[in-house]
């Protein structure tokens, strides 16, 4: 599988199961959503202003998406938001590249072993995030945030893990 097909699969309506855990503070949580990833057109302002931002041209991004979500909950108070995402690949080595959102740059690498690993690093932290597919409707992800000045002091403040299963298939 290249990053083109991976990225191809994100797209649809996926139901998230997350349970995670606060490091140091001993508790956790399970949580379940509803996500919506759409594909954005290269026209869309949204990925224009994140590109400029960043200074790069939108039209090397490949497959840019709007992941929206929603958590389910008895409650009226309903958490829910939305990111864009813009893969931008290395042209020498496409399963690597950038990843652009809103809230800064970040790193991707495809592995051989068919799993997405994104890394974004701040001046006081470090978010590593790693995807992968049980099959083209099942969707496992890890995310692990870091926090610290400088790597080698970094220390784990919180895990999540997400199973997601797509309930709709993206519209042709």
Not at 34 to 56: A, M, R, W, Y
Not at 105 to 130: F, M, P
Not at 132 to 146: D, E, I, K, M, Q
Request: net charge negative.
């Amino acid at each position: 599988m290249d990053i083109y097909q991976f990225l191809e699969l994100f797209v649809g309506r996926w139901r998230s199961q997350r349970s995670d855990h606060q490091f140091g503070e001993g508790n956790g949580s399970d949580v379940r959503s509803v996500i919506e990833i759409t594909v954005l057109s290269f026209d869309d302002p949204d990925l224009i202003n994140i590109c400029q931002k960043h200074g790069i041209d939108p039209n090397t991004a490949i497959q840019p998406m709007k992941m929206s979500w929603e958590e389910e909950s008895l409650s009226s108070n309903k958490p829910k938001g939305h990111a864009l995402i813009v893969p931008i690949p290395d042209p020498s080595s496409p399963q690597k590249g950038l990843i652009l959102t809103r809230q800064g740059k970040g790193t991707y690498e495809l592995g051989t072993d068919e799993a997405l690993t994104i890394q974004t690093v701040t001046s006081q932290n470090a978010i590593e995030e790693r995807i992968w597919y049980g099959n083209p409707n099942l969707r496992f992800r890890v995310a692990t945030l870091l926090q610290g000045d400088q790597a080698s002091d970094r220390r784990v403040q919180s895990s999540k893990f997400y199973s997601e299963i797509r309930s709709t298939a993206p519209k042709a």
